[in-house]
């Protein structure tokens, strides 16, 4: 199908554990975001991608580490959860106005 | 620093009524301005997107506006339904300098409408 996915849409995990969310997308849009959502905050961007094996630094991207060896998928890699990062996160892709994915919740206990 | 402040945080309204949300916002130069819609448990979803030289737009039921003087926009929902329950996100396009393109997003308005 095309469009925009997320996975898992759901994790636990404990603290110091490596997690790592999936984002794919079918558009073949060059520019792909990953933001986090927490009441109280806007959407903050944490790391961005203009094309495969460019990507950028965000609003909070302490914590966090990303790669794009594929136009199509970019990786979210939490390398030590700690609880702070307990939070919804979207990915998007962007050729112009950006399309978001459904996000994926992460509890980090 | 540039921000977006939305007004007000929530808001409940019945079925059939209008509404408006209203967005600040100090980001300049910008480059454009969107209203997204937002679904519980889902990602937003793009509304309307006016550059700097528009005043309205429309997509429906909804319709923003634009004052890039007094640098605030509205979004207006007419005749509002049950599925307009939602949050409402006013984002700014920065245009300046090596940040061009960086999104700044507003907190949002929680919508519900009731029956």
């Known amino acids: 199908d095309a469009g925009i996915t997320q996975s898992p849409r759901y994790k636990i995990t404990e603290t110091g554990r490596q997690v790592t969310l999936m984002c794919h997308q079918t558009?073949?849009?060059?520019?792909m975001f990953w933001y986090r959502q927490d009441l109280g905050h806007g959407l903050r961007l944490i790391y961005y991608?203009?094309?495969?094996?460019?990507?950028d630094k965000g609003e909070v991207p302490d914590g966090y580490v990303v790669s794009r060896s594929k136009t199509e998928n970019f990786p979210l890699t939490l390398e030590s959860a700690t609880r702070s990062q307990t939070s919804v996160y979207f990915c998007?892709?962007?050729?112009?106005?950006?399309?978001f994915g459904p996000g994926t919740r992460l509890t980090v206990l | 620093k540039n921000q977006v402040e939305q007004s007000p945080q929530s808001l409940i309204i019945l079925e059939g009524k209008n509404c408006t949300l209203q967005?600040?916002?100090?980001?300049?130069?910008?480059?454009?301005l969107r209203w997204y819609k937002q679904d519980t448990g889902r990602g937003p979803v793009s509304l309307t997107i006016?550059?700097?030289?528009?005043n309205t737009k429309s997509n429906g039921r909804y319709t923003a506006t634009l004052d890039a003087d007094t640098k605030q926009s509205s979004l207006h929902i007419t005749a509002s339904q049950l599925s307009d329950s939602a949050s409402y996100i006013c984002?700014?396009?920065?245009?300046?300098?090596?940040?061009?393109?960086?999104?700044?997003f507003g907190q949002g308005t929680i919508l519900t409408v009731h029956p």
């Open positions: 006016m550059t700097f030289s528009e």
């Open positions: 998007a892709s962007s050729e112009g106005p950006q399309f």
């Open positions: 991608s203009a094309a495969a094996d460019i990507t």
């Open positions: 984002v700014v396009i920065y245009a300046g300098g090596t940040s061009y393109g960086k999104l700044t």
């Open positions: 967005c600040n916002y100090t980001v300049s130069p910008f480059s454009n």
């Open positions: 558009w073949s849009h060059s520019y």
